[in-house]
């Protein structure tokens, strides 16, 4: 992996990992570079030349949980310069792997509105993923005309209004609503600000 990529892989983990333990979550790297940390030095063609299984391969950045362990996530965690529906098309067969996924979105370049100042979830946004149990379509929930519903994922496209379509942090993980107060998101897109730029 190139090395400035890699930074932003780390920068992009790291800042939702502290977001999701301040809240109050567990929070377990579980991703296969936190499983075999030797990864690291290997270029992208030594790594395809290991040929690991692909339940390794594919194993989400982070497995989440409430304290009580009664709710858990798995969440893969993505950096991009801009919105595109085929980082959701990228991720299919993890979800086809585990069922349901959650994706956690930074957008280094998000679409604003004229010149209102930016929110931190205009930067940070993320969307369940799962296969339909009855259909085995591949589908995200999203906000569509203010009520959350599965769509399929080949329905979704790359305007604009896709990406806002995609939910609150808080809605996925419902502690982060209770440190609202503290703007933790805030605080977090601020600190990666200017320091990733586009992908």
């Not at 920068?11 to 990992?17: A, D, K, N, P, S």
């Not at 109050?24 to 030095?41: D, F, K, P, Q, T």
């Amino acid at each position: 992996m190139e090395f400035r990529n890699r930074i932003k892989k780390e920068m992009t983990e790291g800042i939702v990992r502290a977001i999701l333990d301040d809240a109050g979550y567990r929070v377990i790297g579980s991703g296969i570079e936190n499983v075999v940390r030797e990864l690291a030095c290997l270029s992208a063609l030594e790594y395809a030349g290991l040929d690991f299984p692909k339940a390794m391969r594919t194993l989400p950045d982070l497995t989440v949980m409430d304290r009580e362990q009664r709710c858990k996530y798995l969440v893969e965690i993505k950096y991009r310069g801009g919105w595109s529906s085929q980082l959701l098309r990228e991720i299919e067969a993890q979800a086809r792997l585990y069922q349901e996924i959650v994706l956690v979105y930074l957008n280094g370049n998000p679409v604003l509105n004229g010149n209102i100042e930016p929110s931190a979830s205009s930067y940070l946004r993320c969307c369940r993923l799962r296969i339909n149990p009855e259909t085995e379509v591949y589908e995200a929930e999203l906000n569509h005309y203010n009520e959350l519903c599965w769509l399929p994922v080949d329905d979704i496209g790359d305007h604009a209004g896709q990406w806002w379509s995609l939910q609150l942090m808080q809605r996925v993980f419902p502690l982060l609503e209770q440190r609202k107060e503290d703007n933790t998101l805030v605080s977090a897109i601020n600190a990666l600000r200017g320091i990733l730029g586009p992908a």
